[in-house]
C-alpha cells in the first residue's frame, strides 16, 4: 500500500441491481496520492460517474476493497458515510445540482449547517470561499439569476467550504462553453496547487491535458494512467 | 443517534418556511385537520357551556345543598314490598334526622297528595305538598305577595295554602289571590301567599305547586304521618356529603329494612350530570377522531407528493453530509407543522363557531349557553394536532430519510 495514498482502491466492482444486471465496474484497483491532480476520462457508458460516487461514498461498492486515508470504507453505517461526504470530501456536479430556492450563500453554507456551524460564524466561512471563487457580488442571486459557470462556481465553493482533502468533479466543465470550462478547470487547478487532492471526469482533451495524471476507463474497467 | 442543534434549528426554520411556498396547496391540506379540530372545540366549548348552566340552574333553585329522603318506590319481590308498605317516614324520623349532624341548617317533611284544585268554575291539575315553614327556605323560593306558611299555621292545622305563579295563572287569572279560597278533597283553603315564578327550566315545576301546613293534611285529608319525603338542607355546599353519611347512620338504625329508604342528594346529580357530559364528550371525541384521521390522511398524502418532488434535493442535502435521521426529522417536522398550523386554524374557527353557537342558541332557541373553552381544550386540540402530525408524518418522512443520494442525484 502506497503510504501518502489518500485513495486506495483494490478490485473495486460494482454491479447495477434490478431487472437487468449491469456491470458497471470491473475489477478496479487504483491509487491516488496526496495532492495529485487528476482527470479520469473514458466514453459514455464506461463507469466513470458509478466510480466518482464510490470515491465520494455515495455509492458503497459491490466487492473489493476502498481505503479512503488509510481507512477501509466498507462496513461503515450510513451516517459515517454521511460524515464523511460532509467534511472528507467535496462534490462537484456536472449538473450543478444547487438548491433553487436557496440563495447562493445558503446554498454554501448548507455543508457547515450539517457540520453544526451556526449563525455568523457559518456566513462568514461561506462568504469567505465565495469571495475565493470570485462570486462577492452574487451571494444573494439564487441559482436561476446565475450563469451556468457562476453556478458552477457556487457548486465548487460548496465542495470547498468545509476544508475537504479530496475533490470530486463528475464533468464539472460538461454543461458549459470552453472559454468558461477552461475557467473552472483553472480554479481546480489552483486549488490543487494549495494542497487538496482533486480528481474531475471529462471527455474533453484539452480540459483532461491541465491534469498532471488521467486515468482512461473503458468499458468498466481501467486501462491506462 | 445524535442531531446537533444547528441542524435542528434549521429543520424547524426550513418546515416553516415549507408551509409558504404553496400556499394554497397548504390551505387545502390543513383544512381537514382545522375542520376536526374546530369541531372539537366548539363542541367541547358549548357541552361545558350546558354543564355549567345545568349546575348553575341547580344552585339557583336551591337545589345543590339538599339531601331528600324518601321511600323506595318499587321492591324486588313480595317478602320487600311487604316490609316497605309497613315502612314509613314519620315525625320521629324527622326528630332523628334534626339531631343527627350539627351541619344541618333545615329540615322539611313533604306529603304528596294527588288531586285537581278548583276556584269558581275553574280547575287546575297542579301538585298539592304539605310541608312546614321551612320549605321556601330549603328551595329557595321567594314569597311574591302575602306570606309563607308558619309555624302557627302548622300548630293549628289551619285551612291556608300558598300557590306558585302557574296556579295563580289558571285559576285567577290577573285577579289578586290573596285571600280567595280554593276547593281541594271537599274542603277550602284560603290563599295566603303567593310565591315568585320560577323561570329557568330546571325549576319550572315548583310554579305547579299548592304548599299546605303538613300537619293540616295529616288531619283533615291523608288521616295518617307518612311523609313522602323529607328534606334536609346543609349550612353548605361542602358539607353535603358529611351529613348526607350521618343521615344515613341516622336512619339505617331506625329501619328494619334499610333498603326501603333512598337517600338522594344533588352531589349524585351532579356526578351523573359530569358522567353524561363526559359520554357526550366521548361520542363528540370519535367523530372528531375520524375527521382528524381522514385531515391526517390528507397530510400523508402531500408529504408523499412532497418527497417526491423533492428526491433531488434530498440528494443534494445528503451529498454534502446530511444523515438520515436528518432527512427523517426535517420531513417530520414539516408535516408536524402542517398539522399544527391546521390545529390553530382548527383552534381560532372553533371558538368562533363555538361563540357563534351560543349566539344562534339564545337567539333561535332561546337558551342561554355560554361557549367556555378551557386552556384544557385548547391543549388537548395542540396536542391532538400535533400527534397526528406525527403518526401521519412518519412513513413519509422515514421514506424521505431513506432516498438513495446517488440514485437521487442521477435523476434528470
Ligand atoms: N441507477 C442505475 N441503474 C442501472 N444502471 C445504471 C444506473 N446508473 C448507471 N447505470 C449504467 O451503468 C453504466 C455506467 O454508467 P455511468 O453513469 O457510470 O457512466 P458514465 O461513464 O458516467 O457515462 P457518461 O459519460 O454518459 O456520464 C451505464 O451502462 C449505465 O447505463
Ligand atoms: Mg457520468
Not at chain 1, 147 to 175: F, H, M, Y
Request: proline share 2%; aromatic share 6%; net charge neutral.
Amino acid at each position: 500500500m502506497n503510504k501518502s495514498a489518500v485513495i486506495e482502491l483494490d478490485n473495486i466492482c460494482y454491479t447495477y441491481g434490478g431487472g437487468k444486471q449491469v456491470f458497471a465496474l470491473q475489477n478496479i484497483s487504483l491509487s491516488i496520492g496526496s495532492g495529485e491532480f487528476v482527470a479520469i476520462s473514458g466514453p459514455s457508458g464506461s463507469g466513470k460517474s458509478t466510480l466518482m460516487h464510490i470515491l465520494g461514498c455515495m455509492l458503497t461498492p459491490t466487492s473489493g476493497g476502498y481505503c479512503l486515508l488509510a481507512e477501509e470504507v466498507a462496513g461503515r453505517t450510513a451516517s459515517q458515510m454521511a460524515q464523511i461526504r460532509n467534511s472528507t470530501i467535496g462534490f462537484v456536479f456536472q449538473n450543478f445540482n444547487l438548491l433553487p430556492r436557496a440563495s447562493a450563500l445558503k446554498n454554501v453554507e448548507l455543508p457547515l449547517i450539517y457540520a453544526g456551524i451556526a449563525g455568523r460564524k457559518r456566513k462568514a466561512r461561506a462568504l469567505d470561499v465565495l469571495t475565493r471563487v470570485g462570486l462577492a457580488a452574487r451571494v444573494s442571486h439564487h441559482p436561476n439569476e446565475l450563469s451556468g459557470g457562476e453556478k458552477q462556481r457556487v457548486a465548487i465553493a460548496r465542495a470547498i467550504v468545509s476544508k475537504p482533502k479530496i475533490l470530486l468533479a463528475d464533468e464539472p466543465t460538461g454543461n458549459l462553453d470552453r472559454a468558461t470550462g477552461k475557467a473552472i478547470i483553472a480554479m481546480l487547478k489552483e486549488l490543487a496547487a494549495d494542497g487538496m487532492t482533486i480528481i474531475y471526469v471529462s471527455h474533453d482533451l484539452e480540459m483532461v491535458a491541465e491534469a498532471t495524471r488521467s486515468i482512461h476507463i473503458v468499458d468498466s474497467r481501467v486501462v491506462g494512467g | 443517534m445524535f442531531v446537533n442543534n444547528v441542524v435542528l434549528g434549521e429543520a424547524l426554520l426550513s418546515a416553516f418556511k415549507q408551509l409558504f411556498i404553496h400556499p394554497l396547496r397548504t390551505l387545502l391540506t390543513i383544512s381537514g385537520i382545522a375542520i376536526g379540530i374546530a369541531a372539537l372545540i366548539a363542541m367541547m366549548g358549548i357541552g361545558e357551556g350546558t354543564r355549567q348552566k345545568v349546575i348553575d340552574d341547580m344552585e339557583r333553585i336551591g337545589g345543590t345543598g339538599v339531601i331528600s329522603v324518601e321511600l323506595r318506590g318499587g321492591a324486588m319481590n313480595d317478602q320487600d314490598r311487604d316490609n316497605i308498605q309497613k315502612d314509613k317516614l314519620t315525625r320521629e324520623d324527622m326528630t332523628l334526622l334534626s339531631q343527627a349532624s350539627s351541619l344541618i341548617m333545615s329540615i322539611s317533611p313533604v306529603i304528596h297528595v294527588p288531586g285537581m284544585v278548583f276556584f269558581a268554575d275553574l280547575r287546575f291539575e297542579g301538585q298539592v305538598y304539605g310541608t312546614n315553614q321551612f320549605y321556601g327556605e330549603i328551595r329557595d323560593w321567594q314569597v311574591e305577595r302575602g306570606r309563607f306558611l308558619t309555624r302557627v299555621d302548622l300548630d293549628y292545622a289551619s285551612n291556608i295554602c300558598v300557590i306558585g305563579s302557574e296556579v295563580r295563572h289558571n285559576l285567577f287569572a290577573d285577579q289578586d289571590p290573596i285571600g280567595k279560597k280554593i276547593h281541594f278533597r271537599n274542603d277550602e283553603f284560603t290563599v295566603v301567599g303567593l310565591m315568585v315564578e320560577r323561570n329557568f327550566e330546571a325549576g319550572r315545576w315548583l310554579n305547579k305547586l299548592i304548599l299546605l301546613p303538613v300537619d293540616t293534611v295529616e288531619k283533615r285529608i291523608t288521616g295518617q304521618t307518612n311523609y313522602t319525603q323529607i328534606l334536609v338542607k346543609a349550612d353548605k355546599m361542602a358539607s353535603v356529603s358529611i351529613v348526607r353519611d350521618q343521615i344515613e347512620k341516622a336512619i339505617q338504625s331506625r329501619h328494619v329494612n334499610p333498603d326501603s329508604i333512598v337517600i338522594h342528594s344533588q352531589v349524585e346529580v351532579i356526578n351523573s350530570l359530569e358522567r353524561a357530559s363526559m359520554l357526550m364528550r366521548f361520542s363528540f371525541g370519535s367523530i372528531t377522531l375520524i375527521v382528524l384521521v381522514v385531515g391526517g390522511i390528507g397530510i400523508m398524502n402531500l408529504m408523499l407528493v412532497s418527497v417526491t418532488e423533492r428526491t433531488r434535493e434530498v440528494g443534494i442535502h445528503k451529498a454534502v453530509g446530511a444523515k438520515n435521521i436528518d432527512i427523517f426529522l426535517l420531513f417530520l417536522f414539516e408535516a408536524m407543522s402542517l398539522s399544527l398550523l391546521g390545529g390553530i386554524l382548527g383552534i381560532v374557527s372553533g371558538i368562533q363557531g363555538g361563540r357563534f353557537l351560543s349566539f344562534a342558541i339564545a337567539t333561535y332557541l332561546d337558551n342561554q349557553v355560554a361557549c367556555i373553552i378551557s386552556n384544557k381544550a385548547i391543549m388537548l386540540a395542540v396536542f391532538f394536532s400535533v400527534f397526528i402530525g406525527v403518526v401521519f408524518g412518519l412513513y413519509p418522512a422515514m421514506k424521505a430519510a431513506n432516498i438513495d443520494p446517488s440514485k437521487a442525484l442521477s435523476y434528470e
